[in-house]
């Protein structure tokens, strides 16, 4: 069959309409895309910053960076939210939330001052900047949770310069996270991070208020010396302890 002009003219006009509709749908659907990432965003704020309760705000920030990394490409396979203590690094939430035993036991926390591996993770809180291995084989801070892994994204969680804990994101297929998956996780990075800030800033002066009426009523050195110690504890997160006292006749604690 041979077309005439008229026949060519009606399939070029035909062919131009279909490439303006199919642009029109992409254009949709990645405008779509990206209000679900704000929207995705917008309620992972809400949420961790609705709560001064730390373990809340800690299984809130693992969830919604699962929920984030599957807007746009391939959902995370597991979540991990760690934090700056000291020298170390202490795993304290992962999505699924069943599973934070399981990896304290096989990672643990982390000495950041250790010439050894540090992890991926460990490796964002050193150098203060994003993490994204599209295979993690090969990697010599890589330090196996699952033995399936490939693909790995950590974020450092920051107050200015200072870097106090970081979110990391696996999955099982190589190249499972992009650019795009980096920049949404460091735009919940920014907010996570303010909310911890926050809820522990909280915590120390509902501490240090207790210590105070408590104090004010005790009623020997002894106890005072417990209300102290106790509350120390409770502010460096740690299980024990001691208070020493200076003996000036010997020149040294005693």
Same mark, same amino acid.
């Given at each position: ?60 920030? /693992? $969830?919604? &960076?699962? !929920?984030?990394?599957?807007? +746009? ?6 979540? #991990? @939210? *760690? ?85 990391? /994101? $696996?999955? &099982?297929? !190589?190249?499972?996270?992009? +650019? ?6 460091? #735009? @919940? *990075? ?65």
């Amino acid at each position: 069959h041979r077309f005439t002009n008229d026949e060519l003219i009606n399939i070029e006009l035909f062919a131009n309409q279909a490439a303006v509709a199919i642009h029109d749908a992409q254009l949709y659907e990645e405008i779509q895309v990206r209000a679900d990432a704000l929207q995705a965003l917008y309620e992972a704020g809400r949420i961790a910053t609705g709560s001064l309760n730390l373990e809340e705000i800690f299984s809130a920030i /693992v $969830e919604q &960076t699962w !929920r984030l990394t599957g807007i +746009e490409g391939l959902e995370a396979r597991f979540c #991990s @939210l *760690a934090l700056v203590e000291g020298n170390s690094l202490k795993p304290v939430a992962t999505f699924p939330p069943e599973r934070l035993p399981d990896f304290q036991s096989i990672v643990g926390t982390r000495d950041l001052h250790n010439q050894n591996r540090i992890g991926v993770a460990g490796r964002a809180v050193r150098t203060g900047e994003t993490q994204l291995l599209k295979d993690v084989a090969g990697d010599p801070d890589y330090i196996p949770y699952n033995l399936e892994t490939h693909s790995e994204l950590a974020v450092p969680l920051k107050i200015g310069e200072r870097v106090i804990g970081v979110i990391n /994101v $696996e999955h &099982t297929e !190589r190249n499972a996270f992009d +650019e795009k998956d980096k920049q949404a996780l460091e #735009s @919940l *990075a920014s907010q996570a991070a303010v909310a911890i800030q926050n809820a522990q800033s909280y915590q120390e002066a509902t501490i240090l208020q207790e210590l105070t009426a408590s104090l004010i009523s005790s009623s020997g050195l002894r106890e005072v010396l417990d209300l102290v110690m106790e509350a120390a504890m409770a502010l460096t997160n740690t299980e024990s302890g001691s208070i020493l006292f200076w003996d000036a006749q010997i020149q040294r604690f005693a």
